[in-house]
């Protein structure tokens, strides 16, 4: 959470919300309730802390908001607290893990594809491509880049062509194994 704001900046958003301190101080009150009710309701457990940060922001742009803001600063307020929340997404489910029979299918048609897709160049282009892990990775395609006298981005759109023409061809030999 953020620090609570200035003294004067407090003082001018109670002003905003009325000019008559009494109310002020009931519509902040009243504000801040259906705050911490909004964000309890959508399953927030901190709904007080919320709807803290929610007016800690519009006290921050409380000079602007005096100048430019018409209308009923309830509605700010919700618009804020809108943005301030943001619920947690669902994680996808990864899919299911191939059996090792998939996976030696799936092998046996790309290294089928390679021979019959591509000439011997590229098989080499591609595999080194995708050879090693992270860093090592990134190294040998620049490496690859080099050898080849063409930039990383042309390799890349070489590996792209490449693959357009490989992924339906093992595709169709998955397929036909399945069968």
Not at 3 to 8: I, L, T
Not at 58 to 78: C, H, M, Q
Not at 115 to 132: F, G, I, N, P, W
Request: hydrophobic residues 35%; proline residues 7%.
């Amino acid at each position: 959470m953020k620090r609570p704001p200035e003294n004067e900046a407090f003082e001018k958003l109670l002003n905003w919300l009325d000019p008559d301190r009494e109310k002020a101080g009931e519509k902040y009150h009243k504000l801040h309730l259906r705050l911490t009710r909004i964000f309890a309701a959508k399953g927030c457990c901190q709904g007080e802390d919320l709807a803290d940060e929610t007016f800690n922001v519009i006290v921050r742009k409380i000079d602007w908001l005096i100048e430019n803001y018409v209308g009923d600063p309830a509605l700010y307020f919700f618009g804020v607290a809108r943005k301030i929340y943001q619920p947690p997404r669902p994680i996808p489910n990864p899919p299911p893990v191939p059996d090792n029979t998939e996976i030696e299918r799936r092998c046996s048609c790309l290294e089928e594809c390679l021979d019959h897709v591509t000439s011997a160049d590229e098989r080499e282009v591609v595999l080194r491509y995708h050879q090693k892990d992270k860093g090592e990775k990134i190294r040998e395609r620049k490496k690859l880049a080099s050898e080849l006298g063409i930039s990383l981005n042309a390799l890349r759109i070489r590996i792209w062509h490449i693959h357009s023409r490989l992924r339906p061809c093992v595709q169709q030999c998955v397929d036909r194994l399945q069968a």
